[in-house]
């Protein structure tokens, strides 16, 4: 599938009738609307209510608080609604996709498509009608959820991107659906595919063209075991974590739209470990204020009641920028992000504070949780606007008691104060992408040293390994998010450090709860106090894999483990 129109071509233009250009645009963005509820409206048999409130993502973006009222205000400058559309969708791509959080990454897909949509009504276009056969593969450039929503139910049987990755929300969407999905394929030729037969293999990320009856064969069988598998997991659900010796282990999820939140509960999720408050911060043209804050924050909290909601504060600067509030700095990961960014502009902290501690009245199943923390001092601070924003809910006739307060631990400065930090806290929570990230002086997403980043360096073990033993020492709790904490292998040595709870993305929730069912807290102990005494990564991983084969549990860690000929 090709995008509907491309705004990489579209020149700059003057006009002078700018009313009659504005009300061009306004009909573009009504027809976009339009096909959004439409396609919502056509998935939703497949989907759950709360799944479809990804496109209200997108008709969020449509608004007149967001990219809609932005391109409105460069043709008010004398731009054609076509160069004011590219510039905007183009300001909001390069900042996202700059992002380092791979979910907020993602929503650069998001904008480009709507983009591209807008351009194709702005142009006159309209795409012709497709003819999808049985076990249709869908295969472009970039897929889009919207796209799911132009299959007839019934006929989509795989998914295939060049660009993408498990955090974009046709992702999501497919994994809600069942569809297998290969996102980030660079060297597929996808425009010279059309018609051929094809195997795609979502658990590798691999994609086989034109297969032998052989292969075919092999993968019958792999479909008819995943199929028995993925009942033994849904069975597992209403189930606690808890090991074959007794030891209770609460798994949580990372949410950032109300629809994660259904996806979690789906799979038996035990509370929230980390929801990421920057997403309607970044998708609005201005700071939102309290009620709009309160208002999403309450949705958020009421969906999981009465189960803990652990809400990050504002999370901004580094590789997450505000279009309305530009942050620029020649080394923005080292520099002004995170708290140090909010207590820096109190104002916005309170707000947001103030939004939280209301949204929270009548449930009570509120945590705060405070990023890029690096030293007792920025903590002392925080804790006095906190206290302060309590005050003044209270004084307004809300009736909220103080929620649990924690640190982030995702600098080594942190780690090294972890007793300090935990006296003055409810709990804390590592961090893991992060902390791997500075541990390691490693850019994930650079390429060139991609390689290097490994949560299972024996530095970062070992920097685990203090957290949790410090802030047990203050009898504190420690939780961990991060893909590390979703990695079923590396979840049973977490389990053994003694970390308190593992929060991570809900796909994987299942699998780590089966994984953590199978394997005994003293035989995780002993695994752990082997793997403690090597000093290279790759030589961990395999003593962790050769353990986990040994114990017959490899089947989990790797499905459809086809050797093709």
Not at 171 to 198: E, F, H, K, N
Not at 229 to 250: F, N, V, Y
Request: hydrophobic fraction near 40%.
């Amino acid at each position: 599938m090709l995008p509907p129109a491309d705004l990489d071509v579209v020149p700059d233009k003057s006009i002078t009738d700018i009313p009659a250009e504005i009300a061009l645009f306004k009909t573009a963005l009504e027809g976009v609307r339009n096909d959004m509820r439409a396609v919502s409206k056509k998935l939703a048999t497949q989907l759950r209510p709360e799944e479809q409130a990804l496109f209200d993502v997108y008709l969020m973006m449509l608004d007149d608080a967001s990219l809609g009222s932005e391109v409105k205000n460069v043709i008010k400058t004398g731009q054609w609604a076509q160069g004011a559309l590219r510039q905007v969708v183009s300001d909001h791509v390069n900042r996202f996709e700059l992002m380092d959080d791979d979910y907020l990454r993602e929503r650069a897909s998001d904008v480009r498509d709507l983009g591209r949509r807008l351009l194709a009504y702005l142009q006159h276009d309209r795409q012709q009608t497709m003819v999808y056969p049985d076990h249709t593969i869908l295969v472009s450039e970039e897929l889009t959820a919207t796209m799911l929503g132009e299959v007839p139910e019934g006929k989509l049987a795989g998914l295939v991107s060049v660009l993408g990755s498990g955090n974009s929300h046709v992702a999501i969407l497919a994994r809600a659906m069942g569809i297998p999905t290969v996102m980030g394929l660079v060297d597929l030729p996808y425009s010279r595919v059309d018609g051929i037969q094809m195997i795609v293999d979502g658990y590798h990320g691999e994609v086989y063209t034109n297969p032998s009856d052989v292969l075919r064969k092999q993968y019958a069988e792999v479909v008819e075991e995943e199929r028995q598998l993925s009942q033994g997991l849904d069975a597992l659900r209403e189930l606690p974590c808890i090991t074959p010796d007794g030891h209770r282990m609460p798994l949580w999820v990372n949410t950032g739209l109300l629809a994660d939140v259904a996806r979690a509960q789906q799979r038996g999720a035990e509370g929230v470990g980390l929801y990421r408050t920057e997403v309607p911060f970044m998708i609005n043209q201005r700071f939102p204020s309290e009620k709009e804050q309160l208002a999403i924050y309450r949705e958020q909290l009421a969906a999981f009641h009465p189960q803990p909601v652990t809400m990050r504060s504002l999370d901004i600067g580094g590789d997450k920028s505000l279009s309305y509030f530009p942050i620029k700095e020649d080394n923005p990961f080292l520099g002004w992000r995170g708290i140090r960014v909010t207590l820096d502009h109190p104002e916005i902290f309170l707000v947001q504070a103030r939004a939280m501690l209301k949204a929270s009245e009548g449930l009570n199943n509120l945590r705060i949780l405070l990023p890029m923390i690096s030293g007792t001092h920025e903590l002392e601070e925080a804790l006095h606007l906190l206290h302060r924003a309590w005050g003044e809910v209270r004084d307004e006739g809300t009736d909220v008691p103080m929620p649990p307060i924690g640190v982030m631990i995702e600098i080594p400065a942190a780690v090294y104060q972890t007793k300090e930090l935990a006296r003055q806290v409810d709990f804390l929570s590592v961090g893991s992408n992060d902390l791997t990230q500075y541990l390691l002086a490693v850019d994930r997403n650079n390429p060139r040293v991609a390689d290097l980043y490994d949560y299972l360096h024996p530095a970062v073990l070992q920097a685990l390994q203090s957290v949790v033993r410090d802030a047990h020492a203050e009898g504190k709790p420690v939780s961990i998010c991060g893909e590390m904490a979703g990695d079923p292998a590396a979840a049973i040595l977490l389990m053994a450090m003694g970390f308190d709870s593992l929060s991570m993305n809900a796909t994987n929730l299942p699998k780590v709860k089966w994984m953590l069912r199978q394997v005994s807290l003293s035989r995780a102990k002993e695994l752990l106090a082997e793997v403690m005494t090597i000093d290279n990564p790759q030589v961990i991983r395999s003593t962790v894999q050769l353990a986990l084969k040994n114990m017959g549990l490899t089947r989990m860690m790797n499905p459809a483990a086809i050797k093709p000929y």
